[in-house]
């Protein structure tokens, strides 16, 4: 009995009870969402399975000490293996939706680009913990670009835009938080907006021109490739202050709304539940940012503090960009809104990130600080 208690005791502290309690309406949110349009309700059953595994993944993940990936090369050989994985979609992926991005095993797929995006984190928090000295040098800049740029290249020739960008705003992100040379950034982000006008207006053809711009501004092009996010603004500004209610948002019980357990989910919800429940929406999310950002500043080495910082760049780069698309300003890229949208992947990538930072947790405040200096600056 008292060793059931002992453990109790452990997992109380271990846990942050807050964010975890966080992520279960939101995860509901996306299971009735699945289920308010009858014979579609098959994505609710799949999602359920998948929201199991997902937060037993997290569970066992929170009792791991992860220490282990600060000092060997665990963290590389995951990278290297999910590339791997990447390219072996070429051979044996499934094309969907024109992107050849998933492996599939009978009733359920793997989207690989989901779990590179989480090993992109690793290998980045890694390697600038461990240059936190001298990282203004700007080869620090261009070594930790290639480990972006390596798989934003594959994903990008998959096609799959969406999770290319992600994996662009990932290393950006990291970049801006681990203190390198913002001159040296910049003059790097200056070579290539020149890049892209000379490509613009010397190399890309008219009807390239067009299609670029059409993707650019989809409510341009209405009938044509603006469709889905027109019907997807519609949705959102139909579910006014308290929503049509569950089951009654007619832009997606009458199929008008496409995809709307996945890209869409967030204009089916708002039309649902309306402001009141996209602004409690909002609030859960700001929850869970908030509870990583704390426990990311309390980390026990500058590893845990950029690998958090890693997850808040993911989730919000995912968050801005599906309520962009969704809202019509930006454009359309096929990115699921982090635990709501229909899927698999970015379920189990998303609690397993969590579930590492949470094991982290144990750990954070107890780490001796000469410890912390002699790791990442050496014996004096």
């Known amino acids: ?25 939101l995860v509901l949110f996306g299971l009735v969402t699945m289920n308010s349009f ?26 791991l000490d992860w220490r282990f990936l ?35 095993f009978g009733a359920f797929s793997l989207q690989p680009a989901d779990f590179m995006k989480l090993a992109l984190i690793m290998v980045l928090a890694k390697y600038f913990s461990k240059r936190h000295v001298e990282i203004a040098n700007i080869r620090h800049i261009i070594v930790s670009g290639l480990y972006a740029a390596v798989p934003f290249l594959v994903i990008l020739v998959q096609p799959d835009f969406g999770s290319a960008l992600i ?9 801006l938080v681990s203190g390198v040379s913002k001159k040296h950034l910049l003059l790097l982000l200056l070579l ?54 569950v089951g009654y948002g007619t832009q997606s019980r009458l199929k008008f709304l496409p995809e709307y357990q996945t890209d869409f989910i967030f204009a089916a919800f708002a039309e649902e539940w309306g402001l009141i429940g996209v602004l409690i929406f ?7 940012m908030w509870r990583i950002a704390v426990m990311a ?14 997850l808040i760049i993911m989730f919000l780069a995912h968050f801005i960009i599906h309520v962009g698309m969704n809202i019509g300003v930006l454009p359309v890229t096929g990115l699921p809104m982090p635990f709501m949208s229909y899927g698999g992947s970015h379920l189990l990538v998303e609690f397993l990130g969590l579930g590492i930072l949470m094991g982290m947790r144990k750990y954070s405040l107890a780490f001796h600080r000469d410890d912390v200096k002699n790791e990442f600056i050496g014996p004096q």
């Open 167 to 175: 994996i662009f705003l990932i290393w950006l992100g990291m970049i």
């Open 1 to 25: 009995m008292w060793a059931a208690l002992s453990k109790i005791g452990r997992l109380e502290n271990r846990l942050d009870w807050m964010l975890l309690s966080a992520t279960v309406p």
């Open 297 to 310: 500043m309390v980390g026990g080495t500058n590893f845990e503090t950029l690998f958090g910082l890693g």
């Open 192 to 245: 290539g907006v020149v890049s892209a006008v000379f490509a613009w207006s010397f190399v890309l053809a008219p009807y390239q021109q067009k299609r670029i711009m059409t993707f650019i501004h989809p409510l341009a092009d209405i009938r044509g490739s603006g469709y889905n996010a027109f019907q997807s603004t519609i949705a959102v500004g139909s579910g006014e202050i308290l929503g049509k209610g």
């Open 38 to 63: 009858g014979q579609e309700s098959y994505y609710f059953a799949r999602q359920i399975t998948w929201a199991c595994f997902a937060y037993a993944l997290f569970f066992g993940a929170s009792f």
């Open 282 to 288: 909002f609030l859960l999310f700001g929850i869970i």
């Open 70 to 104: 600060r000092k060997s090369g665990t963290v590389m050989i995951f990278y290297v293996a999910v590339f791997a994985v990447l390219v072996l979609l070429f051979l044996f992926g499934q094309i969907s939706h024109g992107a050849q991005s998933w492996f599939s």
